[in-house]
């Protein structure tokens, strides 16, 4: 048996026996002591596995793109990408698109449009029409529900979909969605919209507007997050598939 079928057999076993997680973190360690980090691997290993907080970091970087796969790299690369964001940053205060009193969360989003080339943005935003299909599928009464009220066009999508949910889940719940997100799958985000809906329909059918159904969505209770982002993942994998490692 090869070293990966063996690695593959013991992650089974140890998920079947309620120990999830004891094996991939072992995964994970081998594949950053490789001198050439595997990007491909690693982003595979961050779909289907949330990420050791000691470790999401670092991987997090790499697979950004803001850190190199060569370790020996890592120190100066840092280096230069603590002076591009004080360049960049300067830069937006100096056309005037951000200030002192802009919202953090607000400021990285301009420094990345500023990088892609996509400052101001561009106004192509698919992600709520992919919102409505899956929770079509998943709850098609729902969804007509929310239209009979007018609340399906004013749902919080700035919220879910352009700050990925940051103020709407906890930080324990929201790194896991991140996870997800920074490995190349934004897709995840469409599934935690249509979980929160499905975890809380009762309440949704019982509100008969739409402004009460947005503003309850903006601040859900916290204490159903895990459970909303681990269905979430599930529904993802059932639409979506599962990813595996690439040999």
Known sequence: MTDDSQRNFRSVYYEKVGFRGVEE?????????????????????SQRFPLPSMYR????????GILPPHHESHAKVMMYRKEQYSDVLHALKVVRFVSDATPQAEVYLRMYQLESGKLPRSPSFPLPKAFEQYLNLEDGRLLTHLKMCSAAPKLPYDLWFKRCFA??????????????????????????????LLTFKIKVMALNSAEKITKFLENIPQDSSDAIVSKAIDLWHKHCGTPVHSS
């Open 25 to 45: 973190k072992k995964s994970l360690e081998i594949l950053l002591k490789d001198d050439r980090l595997d990007t491909e691997k690693l982003c595979t290993f």
């Open 57 to 64: 970091a670092l991987v997090w970087k790499v697979l950004l």
């Open 167 to 196: 103020g709407c889940l906890p930080e324990s719940s929201l790194q896991r969605v991140w996870d997800k997100v920074v490995s190349g799958s934004c897709k995840i985000l469409v599934f935690v919209a249509v979980e929160i």
